[in-house]
């Protein structure tokens, strides 16, 4: 079995190399990689331009692309703050925005962007903290101070951001500090029937015709920001078999878990999360088909759990496939009988962890903390906002190292955005999820269990009189409570604010065994994994994605489907008109208006969205698509049905990322849109 495993294994070696897999830290890129297989060299001054001109944003990926802070991102990672803009009268979701000038360029109070400018390994400092003699509870509080005091130390000492980021599940602790951008203003979006064309039956399929596209503008002192860090606009197309690179915030892969924690997640993660995600797609749709203005209301929300369940239904069809699961149980062989054959590093396994201990222990808190920590019995924006208003009062009496992380200082200014956004929170669907969220907690837990808070009331009356009662809706109310600390909310009549301080101790204590039984040992148990394999086979491998900036490379290219049809690398305009008549124009393959009126003026042989082999996952969305000179070639905004797997393993068979082609967006600008003003800043 070993001999067969090995040949297995080298076999899958033999075929990487003609992949492009990883996700790499900007910190150890894949040059040596490029320039053998390429002949590439990606320069430090490259290298810098592409890392400070990629931003995150809360939900995506975005990229300066202008020396004048205009920036680039999808239209679906712009849909919050298109929604929060919105009005009854005007919804800038639907109909889009243009700003034709820059005075009208819209701001967005609630939108924090993050542009990393350095980072530093502090793995020693962070690692020393924790001592062998320490409980899972003393480990990972004292884990959790240094954590706090270097990041403040570091956010004293250089006025930015300044994050602790895990690595390798815990095998690596880097110091990411980042710059703010807290002035960002809307300047275009096209209308919702262009920026998803195809709605949810063409998602994560290929070809598409979408202009995913949004721009946006960052601030500094009331001007546009001055950013000499961007990325270029290419001036010709990209071609086929063409490198090209991604730099974003890919959000979360699992592909260094071993195959048990692999099973796990198919057999009790996954199963529960598309359970809670059915759920809600079927609830938001049934309110939204009521009315026109409640679809605007929970448009945005009712997308994002219909692409969220897709791509969860794509993860676990991939753990379903026995041939994925084979390959991840034979490069979980190799490495141990590698690892068994170093006897000094042999004699180390029994300090491992005991995995199938700890996923027990994962098992026995599920419900409570999915329910009770995570929120998913109280969803509603007001029982959040009353949540951090109580919390940030008690964290706030704490030394910063012994408080939660998100209250800590490193947090604050971004915790205070969010708390103190404008953005319009709506009764009626405040009621809704909060009714299912009781609704779906009771018939887990019980419907008598104390934690809901019924009080021998109905999930819907509950949730009425709660949101009917509380005044958490107010701005200038949170800000009263925040600013009266303990005292505040200790003489609150506020109903959600008594729920959230009811609940809270349940909270805080599932929170805390969660935290020292699951999450302490895990990131135990994978830091010694990790260290292992990098005494084994070196820095060469990168780590699962967390949401940190990231690169990859790859080459535009076509594919073929099992039933022999040949894909080709992109799609052109035409197509887009020849589908919509094809399906006779109905939702959701009616042709835009102003698409329509501009179809005289559009060359339909330009090319529309391009695929390529580029590493991606959730998270990348908004990401640029660039090529050797640092120039847009393309806007990442999608995979297709055949990356959803991606989150255990990669291929470059049939998997690709799906980019709106550079091409594609300025004709858009210019001749549907009239926003030649940003096909000139673009340098197009």
């Not at 200014?413 to 953005?423: C, G, I, V």
Request: with cysteine; aromatic share 10%.
């Amino acid at each position: 079995m070993i001999r067969f495993a090995i040949a297995f294994v080298l076999l899958s070696l033999a075929n990487s190399l003609f992949a492009e897999e990883g996700m790499f830290l900007f910190s150890n890129p894949p040059k040596k990689a490029v320039v053998e297989k390429y002949g590439f060299e990606m320069s430090d001054g490259w290298l810098e331009t592409a890392q400070k001109a990629t931003l995150r944003f809360p939900n995506g990926t975005g990229s300066f692309v202008s020396g004048n802070g205009l920036i680039m991102t999808n239209h679906h990672i712009a849909s919050a703050q298109l929604q929060a803009l919105s009005t009854e009268e005007n919804d800038l979701l639907s109909n889009g925005f243009y700003a034709k000038t820059e005075a009208e360029e819209l701001p967005c109070p609630s939108l924090e962007l993050l542009a990393l400018q350095s980072y530093e390994d502090v793995s020693e400092k962070v690692k020393s903290a924790v001592k062998p003699e320490m409980s899972l509870e003393e480990a990972e509080k004292a884990r959790r101070a240094v954590i706090a005091r270097i990041e403040k130390e570091a956010t004293d000492a250089t006025g930015l951001q300044c994050n602790v980021v895990t690595l390798y599940q815990g095998g690596q602790y880097h110091l990411y500090r980042y710059k703010k951008y807290a002035d960002v203003r809307l300047v275009f979006a096209p209308e919702q029937q262009a920026g998803s064309f195809g709605g949810d039956p063409d998602n994560f399929e290929y070809p598409r015709y979408c202009l995913d596209c949004a721009f946006f503008r960052a601030y500094e002192d009331g001007k546009p920001a001055a950013t000499p860090h961007h990325f270029g606009w290419a001036k010709e197309n990209v071609k086929n078999d063409e490198l090209v690179f991604v730099s974003g915030h890919p959000g979360r892969t699992n592909r260094a878990y071993v195959p048990l924690h692999l099973k796990f997640q198919r057999d009790v993660v996954l199963p529960r999360t598309l359970q809670k995600l059915y759920r809600l797609e079927t609830v938001y749709s049934v309110y939204a088909e009521r009315s026109e203005e409640n679809k605007r209301r929970i448009k945005n929300e009712l997308d994002y759990i219909k692409n969220s369940r897709k791509v969860r239904t794509g993860q676990q069809a991939g753990l379903l496939d026995p041939a994925l699961m084979m390959q991840k149980n034979v490069e979980d062989d190799i490495f141990w009988s590698t690892f068994q054959r170093d006897e000094r590093l042999f004699k180390e396994r029994a300090t491992l962890p005991n995995l199938n201990e700890i996923l027990q222990s994962w098992m026995g808190v599920l419900n409570l903390y999915q329910f009770v920590e995570q929120g998913d019995a109280f969803p509603a924006r007001t029982f959040q906002i009353a949540r951090m208003l109580v919390r940030l009062a008690y964290e706030l009496e704490k030394p910063n190292d012994q408080r939660l992380s998100e209250y800590q200082d490193s947090n604050l200014d971004s915790l205070k955005r969010s708390l103190f956004s404008e953005a319009p929170i709506y009764e009626d669907v405040e009621i809704l999820k909060l009714e299912n969220g009781l609704t779906f907690c009771s018939e887990v837990l019980g419907a008598t269990d104390p934690i809901l808070g019924l009080d021998a009331k109905s999930p819907i009356q509950r949730a009425t009189e709660l949101v009917k009662g509380t005044r958490l809706f107010a701005v200038e109310e949170r800000k009263r409570i925040a600013e009266g600390g303990i005292k505040a909310i200790e003489e609150s009549s506020d109903p959600m604010i008594k729920l959230a301080v009811a609940a809270d101790p349940h909270a805080r204590k599932v929170r805390k065994q969660f935290e020292t039984t699951v999450d302490e040992p895990l990131k135990q148990a994978y830091a010694k994994i990790a260290d292992w394999k990098f005494q084994l086979f070196g820095d060469t491998f990168y780590p699962d994605a967390t949401f940190t900036l990231r690169l990859s490379y790859g080459t535009v290219k076509g594919y073929t489907e099992d039933d022999g049809t040949a894909v080709p690398p992109w799609t052109v305009i035409d197509g887009m008109f020849e589908r919509a008549a094809s399906h006779k124009n109905v939702p959701p393959f009616d042709m835009p208006e102003s698409w329509a009126k501009a179809k005289g003026k559009l060359d339909l042989t330009m090319p529309f969205n391009l695929v390529s082999t580029n590493d991606i996952i959730g998270g990348n969305s908004g990401s640029p698509l660039f090529n050797k000179n640092a120039e847009v070639v393309g806007l990442i905004f999608d995979g297709n049905l055949q990356s959803l797997s991606s989150d255990m393993i990669y291929t470059d068979v049939q998997s690709r990322a799906v980019s709106v082609h550079a091409a594609g967006i300025v004709e858009a600008l210019r001749k549907v849109y009239d926003m030649g003003r940003i096909a000139d800043e673009l340098g197009n």
